[in-house]
């Protein structure tokens, strides 16, 4: 089922001249809210549907400033003076977000409209035009908004604007079905073709996923497959290379993208108070990479 906001889009951040999610120069928008729990995922705040609030402790510099704004009184001072955080009285309201000059407060999400999203992504035209890029919704899981999803894609496509939507496709056939008539482009994540390391790594069955791709990849659009390389669960030339033997053949894959893990996402995980799980883990290195990239040259 698609959870469409009443007033307007439940999105975390929106990044201009990205390079990283489509072709050419981007705009991409992140939408708020997961259906999956990737336990390396990189971006903790995109999960929730809900408001969230970071504190970056070692960034406080106890100025009392958020004590005062907050009318919920969670924040105070203790009896040496440290600012302290009762995240559990918190109602997010993002008062102490405005007052907090250090920024050690930070919000993760917020309700814009299409038409406010439109104005930040036109001002852009000519970059896209030049670059063939254009935007890219991104998540979270983008699909979980289908219905808002549609409408922005399509005020897009009336300007000329080049779309694209990265999804992981745990959802429903219906919500690809309403989006795939102003999509240019889907990036398909892809972590794992074995439905208990799927189940293991992500918290769910992989089996509407894979089924939905099989659906899509007879579609008349373009597809990038992506694949995050995890140790452990993906880094390996089998793994990676029965996904290439996938999609081969198909017109409507234009390539695939191997992601290395990384964790810049660790001081995202403290600042809301939640545990990084994917901790013990390393960056796969140059010469690994280059073997998983062969692997799929090979196929």
């Given at each position: ?11 975390y951040d929106l990044h201009r001249f990205s390079w990283n ?279």
């Open positions: 089922m698609s959870h469409v906001c009443d007033n307007g889009i439940n999105i999610d489509g072709p050419g120069i981007r705009t991409v928008v992140f939408l708020k809210g997961c259906n999956m729990d990737c336990f390396w995922c990189q971006n903790p705040e995109s999960q929730s549907s809900r408001r969230e609030i970071f504190y970056y402790k070692e960034r406080c510099i106890n100025c009392g400033n958020c004590v005062k704004a907050c009318p919920e009184n969670c924040h105070f001072c203790d009896k040496s003076g440290i600012h302290v955080y009762d995240r559990g009285k918190c109602v997010k309201c993002g008062d102490c977000v405005k007052v907090c000059f250090s920024e050690a407060l930070g919000a993760a999400g917020k309700r814009m409209t299409d038409g406010s999203i439109m104005e930040e992504i036109i001002k852009d035209m000519e970059f896209y035009q030049m670059s063939g890029g254009g935007v890219t919704l991104s998540g979270g899981e983008p699909l979980l908004q289908a219905g808002v999803c549609y409408e922005l894609l399509r005020k897009c496509r009336e300007k000329n604007i080049g779309t694209a939507l990265d999804t992981a496709g745990n959802v429903e056939w219906s919500d690809f079905q309403m989006v795939l008539p102003v999509t240019d482009y889907f990036l398909y994540d892809i972590k794992a073709l074995d439905d208990e390391i799927h189940m293991k790594a992500c918290g769910v069955s992989n089996k509407k996923i894979l089924k939905n791709l099989r659906k899509l990849l007879n579609k008349d659009v373009k597809i990038i497959i992506r694949v995050p390389v995890i140790p452990g669960i993906n880094d390996n030339v089998d793994t990676v290379r029965s996904i290439a033997q996938m999609v081969r053949g198909y017109k409507s894959v234009e390539k695939i993208e191997l992601l290395p893990l990384h964790n810049i996402g660790r001081s995202k995980y403290r600042a809301l108070e939640r545990e990084y799980r994917a901790g013990g883990l390393t960056t796969p290195g140059q010469g690994k990479m280059a073997v998983l990239k062969r692997s799929i040259s090979l196929v």
